[in-house]
T-cell receptor, first 114, second 113 residues
Framework: ETGVTQSPTHLIKTRGQQVTLRCSSQ?????VSWYQQALGQGPQFIFQ???????GRGNFPPRFSGLQFPNYSSELNVNALELDDSALYLC?????????????FGPGTRLLVL | QKEVEQNSGPLSVPEGAIASLNCTYS??????FFWYRQYSGKSPELIMS????GDKEDGRFTAQLNKASQYVSLLIRDSQPSDSATYLC?????????????FGAGTRLAVHP
């Protein structure tokens, strides 16, 4: 157990809907990163939050957005869902945003878009 | 060229044998490297991290890093059926004040009794 929690565990949505996924980081960790893992692929970096600010973003459209709260928990919001958004969404927390910090993953949220 | 490349497998080894998993990466500036294990339907679990050239051992696992060749490997000694999983190689890229993990697609390992 990494101490990183995510909710919900599974979710089914239809195209065009919006979804919010939640993550609680490991105690003492102030950095949260979000990844999308499609079936048979490695996780792809979406963005990272450090002390409530987005400080890095991967190659994902603006309909993917996020928040980090003062307790360092985080949300991932996806608007206008598309079929290709079906994936495992992973949250990872780390002690800081510096180089080399180990990231610990939560159990993930499996999203199915119909 | 993909940023992090792994053979997709499956790599099939008999129980008790050594499993050798390989990974190459493209960014010469990368300094931190990780191996994660992922069971089907589960999230990645950290097995090893390595930062310096050479070998790093932890129990049955040995990570090897060669920055000149941009190559990372993971050896699993005395492989067990419970080691059957997908192994993800991840390279930490640090730029613009943040770090992100770049993953390979993973190598599926099957250990048969």
């Amino acid at each position: 157990e990494t101490g990183v929690t995510q909710s919900p565990t599974h979710l089914i949505k239809t195209r065009g809907q919006q979804v919010t996924l939640r993550c609680s980081s490991q105690s003492g960790h102030n950095t949260v990163s979000w990844y999308q893992q499609a079936l048979g692929q490695g996780p792809q970096f979406i963005f990272q939050y450090y002390r409530e600010e987005e400080n890095g973003r991967g190659n994902f459209p603006p309909r993917f957005s996020g928040l980090q709260f003062p307790n360092y928990s985080s949300e991932l919001n996806v608007n206008a869902l598309e079929l290709d958004d079906s994936a495992l969404y992973l949250c990872a927390s780390s002690l800081a945003s510096g180089s080399g910090e180990t990231q610990y993953f939560g159990p993930g949220t499996r999203l199915l878009v119909l | 060229q993909k940023e992090v490349e792994q053979n997709s497998g499956p790599l099939s080894v008999p129980e008790g044998a050594i499993a050798s998993l390989n990974c190459t990466y493209s960014d010469r500036g990368s300094q931190s490297f990780f191996w994660y294990r992922q069971y089907s339907g589960k999230s990645p679990e950290l097995i090893m991290s390595i930062y310096s050239n050479g070998d790093k051992e932890d129990g049955r696992f040995t990570a090897q890093l060669n920055k000149a060749s941009q190559y990372v490997s993971l050896l699993i000694r005395d492989s067990q059926p419970s080691d059957s999983a997908t192994y993800l190689c991840a390279v930490n890229m640090f730029s613009g004040g943040y770090n992100k993990l770049i993953f390979g697609a993973g190598t599926r390992l099957a250990v048969h009794p």
